[in-house]
């Protein structure tokens, strides 16, 4: 039974992962994993990246991140919960994107961005969500012996993504993974959602363990050395094999198997080498170039008042602005680059 990674933190998940792209990539070709998935925290820093170190060793490239959401307060949830977004196609992509874009600009907790409950309902076109396991909001409600808010966050989601949402089960290795997966599976049967094995991953060796924990360390202003420093990673959070994966699992093969369905479902093509500017919405449907020079003159009418109090001093000195400011446009508009400089004004 083939297993794929679903679940890396690489070094782009900034505070826990240590994982580099280009050695993912090639330590999923040496084990045969015909597609890997790249997942950072919050975040598509090295999705590019990713991608072209995938295509590169003839790995199948799957786009996905590892999101925080909100507590969901309708469910009598009091903490924030992780839920994991793979994308299947290119308008997944351009709705992860707007997802981690609203949660970096509109719902900043914690010095994490959260992602709203509601967003999911208008965004979740294109992704396949996967529950997050002991840390989802199914898994959290599980180990808190809560069985029915458990389903109704499961039922939640399945019906947020219909046929696109798995129960996630884990074992690296932390005391709660083992618990989790007993009580996950049954809740899977009794609603007939699909399971799926991941295994976190943070780091590429067993050795990298203690230089994963230093980073660690420095991204929550701890020390190694505190006894009672709160320890989330295990020394198994390395880039596991198939065959280790297969041992782990053997007992739920269908979480196996779902790894190489859910691969099969993701099929986003990248254009590389092509530059891409948004088009900027002008007033009344006025041509770029010319709500460009009007802009232009606006902000130069507004810098000149500043320059030159006087007026009479500032009807003097125009022409030299202008004419600059004329040179200026004339090279912007040859290269094509009104749109990028509106967005950045």
């Known amino acids: 039974m083939a ?4 679940r890396t933190h690489s070094e782009y998940s900034v505070v826990d992962g240590t994982l580099r792209v280009d050695a993912a990539a090639a ?9 890997l998935a790249g997942t950072d925290l919050s975040n598509l820093f090295g999705a590019v990246k990713f991608y072209k170190a995938c295509r590169s060793q003839g790995v199948k490239p799957i786009i996905g991140v590892d999101v925080v959401m909100e507590p969901l307060l309708a469910l009598g949830d009091k903490n924030p919960s992780r839920l994991l977004l793979l ?33 999911l309902s208008e965004l979740g076109g294109g992704l396949i969500a996967l529950s997050g396991g002991d840390l989802g909001a199914v898994g959290q ?40 997966v007993r009580l996950a599976v049954p809740l899977a049967a009794q609603l007939r959602l699909p399971v799926v094995a991941t295994h976190p991953v943070q780091f590429l060796e067993p050795e990298d363990f203690e230089a994963h924990e230093a980073r660690v360390c420095v991204a929550e202003g701890e020390t190694l050395a505190n006894p009672r420093r709160v320890k989330r990673f295990t020394r198994e959070q390395y880039f596991r094999s198939q065959a280790d994966m297969q041992a782990l699992f053997a007992d739920v093969p269908s979480a196996l198997a779902n790894t190489v369905a859910i691969a099969q479902r993701c099929n986003l093509t990248l254009t590389m080498g092509t530059n891409f500017l948004p088009d900027f919405p002008t007033p009344g449907g006025l041509p770029l170039a010319a709500y460009f020079r ?4 606006d902000g130069l009418e507004q810098r000149l008042k500043v320059l030159f109090p006087d007026e ?3 009807a003097q000195r125009r022409a030299e602005y202008v004419e600059r400011l004329e040179f200026e446009i004339a090279v912007i508009l ?11 004004a």
């Open 3 to 6: 297993y794929l990674h679903l």
């Open 87 to 119: 994308v299947q196609d290119h308008p997944g992509y351009l709705h992860v994107c707007e997802l981690l874009a609203r949660g970096w600009t509109r719902n900043v907790q914690r010095s994490q961005a959260w992602i709203k409950w509601e967003w």
């Open 294 to 297: 009007q802009a232009s003159f």
């Open 312 to 314: 009479a001093v500032r």
């Open 141 to 180: 409600a599980l180990l808190a012996g809560d069985a029915k808010r458990a389903a109704d966050a499961a039922t939640r989601l399945s019906e947020l993504f219909p046929g696109r949402f798995y129960i996630e089960l884990q074992r690296a290795g932390l005391p709660q993974h083992e618990p989790h």
């Open 27 to 35: 330590a999923a070709r040496a084990d045969g994993q015909v597609a």
């Open 334 to 344: 040859k290269m094509d680059f009104p749109g990028y400089f509106l967005i950045v």
